[in-house]
Each structure stands twice: as C-alpha cells, then as structure tokens.
C-alpha cells in the first residue's frame, strides 16, 4: 500500500489543522492506520491509529482530547484532526499503514508502510 500524506502547515498555538493521508492505489482495505510523528532530534513518536473496521481508536497520552483520527467510508483517506495545538506539536507528521489484527500498537516497527510526511509547525 503507498500512502501520501498532506496538510501540514504554520498555525498558532491554540488554533486547528487536519491532516490527510491518501492510498495513492485505491484503498487501504484491511490494514490498520495510524500516524507518529517526529521532532528534530526525538525519536519518532506514536500518536494515534485506527483499526481495520473503523470502531477502535487508539491515542498517545500527549494528544488524548485534541486529536481525532478517522477514515473516510471507503477507506480510501485517513485524517488526523487536531486542535488546541502547542508548540510541543511541532513535529513531521507521518501516517502509516500495518497488516494484521492488531490496531493499538505503538512502535514504528509494527508498522511495514509510510508515507512521505507533512511538516507541522506551532507558534507561540
């Protein structure tokens, strides 16, 4: 599966941005999705996924009650709306894309497919 990820950009603390991730060949079908994200000079971190059908929704504890993660119904899109940003935001963002049954791992490593990455940046 190849995914491309869109909708980074410069906002103010406090403000909104949605991210895209796209299945650049039809859909994603029965992979589970998630996104992380990277800071300059942090590891890459998980923030939130999403099962195969759409009902379970993990996050990471740093973004619980900001961030929403979603897929459109032909789960051909994955977003990841975020709001009441801070600057500790600041990050690239990547989506993601894992096989298997299991939807609330955290590492990068359960995750075999990725997309390009989106630059977010938060200003106080």
């Known amino acids: 599966v190849q995914l491309q990820a869109s909708g980074g950009g410069l906002v103010q603390a406090g403000g909104s941005l949605r991210l895209s991730c796209a299945a650049s060949?039809?859909?994603?079908?029965?992979?589970?999705l998630g996104w992380f994200r990277q800071a300059p000079g942090k590891e890459r971190e998980f923030v939130a996924s999403?099962?195969?059908?759409?009902?379970?929704?993990n996050y990471a504890s740093s973004v619980k009650g900001r961030v929403t993660i979603d897929t459109d119904a032909a789960r051909s899109t994955v977003w990841l709306q975020m709001k009441s940003l801070k600057p500790e935001d600041t990050a690239v963002y990547y989506c993601?894309?894992?096989?298997?049954?299991?939807?609330?791992?955290?590492?990068?490593?359960?995750?075999?497919?990725w997309g390009q990455g989106t630059q977010v940046t938060v200003s106080s």
């Open positions: 999403i099962s195969r059908s759409g009902r379970n929704r």
């Open positions: 993601a894309a894992k096989s298997g049954t299991r939807w609330d791992e955290v590492s990068r490593k359960d995750y075999a497919y």
């Open positions: 060949r039809g859909t994603f079908g029965d992979y589970a």
